[in-house]
């Protein structure tokens, strides 16, 4: 996961957060910071992960603070 997200060019940063939930599976959330937030890119970001992966991560874009 870690080097997909490396590779992916409009993604600045990422955190991967792992939890178990209440059924006892496993849960992936990752916290990107996109380097421009719309739609294309997150469906470039979404399809590139689920299609390497063949999961889908829980996502939340947060912005870079200066």
Do not use: C, W
């Not at 990422?14 to 719309?38: K, R, W």
């Amino acid at each position: 996961m870690f080097d997909i997200l490396h590779e992916m060019e409009n993604v600045i940063d990422y955190v991967a957060e792992v939890s178990s939930n209440e059924m006892g599976t496993d849960e992936v959330l990752i916290y990107i910071v996109p380097d421009n937030y719309d739609e294309e890119t997150n469906r470039k970001i979404r399809a590139n992960l689920q299609a390497r992966l063949r999961v889908s991560p829980h996502i939340k874009y947060i912005t870079e603070e200066k």
